[in-house]
């Protein structure tokens, strides 16, 4: 079976600190996708980055980066130097495997994260 | 830039009552899912559509549940008789090719059963 777990329930943090969210992903799968959506207090989810089981590589955007470390199934994302516009749930989310070409997303439970000015 | 859309925003309805969740997926899109998220909780899954048929759906679309493309842009979830639990965000999405793209989702329909 597959899950998410993401530990923490909410952070909060002030203004420019650099702020890390786990995830923890199970899977008996060898090739599957990993995702992170923001939701903002309006309430869409935004989609922040997809990465697929064979690339390890570390991938920065702005102020953004993730880490990706398949030998402890964790996806961590990483904001620096943090902003209130940062305030929102993140979601972490897996796609099963390749097979299963519908590619339903399987989320943990989300970090609310607080950005205090 | 393309987006998914939802109708309505807000939807309010009585127990028992049947619902109708409108989504237009972008238009070169070949997959759509519908998703909820009761208030506080995570997003779930409940069925994938492709080629006018579902492809996967989860144990949550019981029988009561239903969805539909009846033309070439709408997509729609229609829960025949509302229970009190059913009362959530329910979140559209769309994708190019499924699992080989990232799913691009709606600004959702809240739901709200009396």
């Known amino acids: 079976a597959q899950k998410v777990t993401q530990a923490q329930t909410e952070i909060s943090v002030v203004e420019k600190e650099d702020v890390t969210l786990d995830c923890v992903y199970e899977?008996?799968?060898?090739?599957?996708?990993l995702f992170w959506y923001k939701q903002p207090p309006s309430g869409e989810l935004v989609f922040l980055i997809r990465?697929?089981?064979?690339?390890?590589q570390n991938e920065i955007s702005g102020r953004y980066s993730w880490n990706f470390q398949k030998s402890t199934s964790s996806f961590n994302f990483t904001i620096t130097a943090s902003q209130v516009v940062d305030s929102a749930v993140y979601f972490c989310?897996?796609?099963?495997?390749?097979?299963?070409?519908?590619?339903?997303?399987?989320f943990g439970q989300g970090t609310e994260l607080s950005v205090k000015p | 830039e393309p987006e998914v859309t939802q109708t309505p925003s807000h939807q309010v309805t009585q127990m028992g009552q049947e619902v109708i969740l409108r989504c237009v997926p972008i238009?070169?899109?070949?997959?759509f899912y519908w998703y909820r998220q009761i208030l506080g909780q995570k997003v779930e899954f409940l069925v994938s559509?492709?080629?006018?048929?579902?492809?996967?759906k989860s144990e949550i679309f019981d029988d009561q549940f239903s969805v539909e493309r009846p033309d070439g842009s709408n997509f729609t979830l229609k829960i025949r008789s509302t229970k009190l639990e059913d009362s959530a965000m329910y979140f559209c999405?769309?994708?190019?090719?499924?699992?080989?793209?990232?799913?691009?989702f709606g600004p959702g329909t809240r739901l709200t059963v009396l």
């Open positions: 899977t008996r799968d060898t090739t599957y996708y």
């Open positions: 559509f492709y080629n006018n048929e579902i492809s996967e």
């Open positions: 999405a769309s994708s190019v090719t499924g699992i080989y793209n990232e799913q691009f």
């Open positions: 989310a897996l796609t099963p495997p390749i097979y299963n070409q519908g590619g339903k997303l399987i």
């Open positions: 238009s070169n899109h070949l997959y």
């Open positions: 990465r697929n089981s064979f690339d390890e």
